[in-house]
T-cell receptor
Framework: AQKVTQAQTEISVVEKEDVTLDCVYE???????LFWYKQPPSGELVFLIR??????QNEISGRYSWNFQKSTSSFNFTITASQVVDSAVYFC???????????FGEGTQLTVNP | DAGITQSPRHKVTETGTPVTLRCHQT?????MYWYRQDPGHGLRLIHY???????DKGEVSDGYSVSRSKTEDFLLTLESATSSQTSVYFC??????????????FGPGTRLTVL
């Protein structure tokens, strides 16, 4: 069965610090997709990134970057020079191609203090 | 933003009453999903639909039923609400599934309280 673990329940940083959110997953499929979503205090779920299991290239989008390592089953998310607006709950999720369903981690609450 | 609306956005009801939540999309996406979000559990799939009148169970389907009579609408029904069903419910849509997995986009959520 697929599983996603976000071991960091809460992280608190000061503005402009870099922060990395960890995500470890388990799956028996060789083809799968990994996602990150952001849930700000307003409550909506915002899609950030989607990565398939055949593409291990790291990705950078502005202050956000993602490090996908199949060897350690990890898909970590780094925010560089964090800002107060980055305060949110961040979810990592896995979707196996053998089933049309997302499995979410429990989320990491990130608080960025001014 | 994907065109997904949920109604109602907030609801308070009493134990034992039936409740129906509605998800409406304007994207003509084939797949629709219902999740619930609870502290310490992230989001968990309740039911999903892969076409009109085609539905399947998720990991927490007990006590819930769904229906999809039109592409744009996906209804979640609690036949007899219990306090354990107090939660935030999210609808999601995607254009594909299986090996053609597409990104799921989420609606704004419905906060349900069962007293």
């Amino acid at each position: 069965a697929q599983k996603v673990t976000q071991a960091q329940t809460e992280i608190s940083v000061v503005e402009k610090e870099d922060v990395t959110l960890d995500c470890v997953y388990e799956t028996r499929d060789t083809t799968y997709y990994l996602f990150w979503y952001k849930q700000p205090p307003s409550g909506e779920l915002v899609f950030l990134i989607r990565r398939n299991s055949f593409d291990e290239q790291n990705e950078i989008s502005g202050r956000y970057s993602w490090n996908f390592q199949k060897s350690t089953s990890s898909f970590n998310f780094t925010i560089t020079a964090s800002q107060v607006v980055d305060s949110a709950v961040y979810f990592c999720a896995l979707e196996e191609t053998s089933g049309s369903r997302l499995t979410f981690g429990e989320g990491t609450q990130l608080t960025v203090n001014p | 933003d994907a065109g997904i609306t949920q109604s109602p956005r907030h609801k308070v009801t009493e134990t034992g009453t039936p409740v129906t939540l509605r998800c409406h999309q304007t994207e003509n996406h084939r797949y629709m999903y219902w999740y619930r979000q609870d502290p310490g559990h992230g989001l968990r799939l309740i039911h999903y639909s892969y076409g009109v009148k085609d539905t399947d169970k998720g990991e927490v389907s007990d006590g819930y039923s769904v229906s999809r009579s039109k592409t744009e609408d996906f209804l979640l029904t609690l036949e007899s609400a219990t306090s354990s069903q107090t939660s935030v419910y999210f609808c999601a849509i995607s254009d594909a599934g299986g090996i053609f997995t597409d990104t799921q986009y989420f609606g704004p959520g419905t906060r349900l309280t069962v007293l």
